[in-house]
């Protein structure tokens, strides 16, 4: 089964980007789709972004324009690209194979995750 690690987070103020990766381990991620999740305290885990296996992407809600989602099959490997980060942006940052390529729900209900890391944007 696919393992995933995520990487990337840590503090940035208002404005500013960070790259999260997503590396895959034990399997290629060639064909699922890639969901980006992220769970602030006391709220729901919000689906962000997905890439399909055929680099096809999909954004909802704030992130749209501000979040660019790539995926490098040749390592493995998924990003998220953040920009004009707020801080309601703040949460931990999960990504999850989607075995029903951007179905989302796919992703949480079959898909393996990543333990995730955490984004906090503060001045």
């Known amino acids: 089964q696919v393992q995933l690690v995520e990487s990337g987070g840590g503090l940035v103020q208002p404005g500013g980007s960070l790259r999260l990766s997503c590396v895959a381990s034990?399997?290629?991620?060639?064909?699922?789709?890639i969901v980006w999740f992220r769970q602030a305290p006391g709220k729901e885990r919000e689906g962000l972004s997905c890439?399909?296996?055929?680099?096809?992407?999909d954004y909802r809600g704030s992130v749209k324009g501000r979040f660019t989602i790539s995926r490098d099959n040749v390592k493995n490997t998924v990003y998220l690209q953040m920009n004009s980060l707020k801080p309601a942006d703040t949460a931990v940052y999960y990504c999850a194979t989607d075995p029903f390529g951007c179905s989302y729900h796919g992703a949480l209900n079959y898909g393996s995750w990543g333990q995730g890391t955490q984004v906090t944007v503060s001045s």
């Open positions: 034990g399997g290629t991620l060639d064909y699922y789709g």
């Open positions: 890439v399909g296996s055929d680099g096809s992407t």
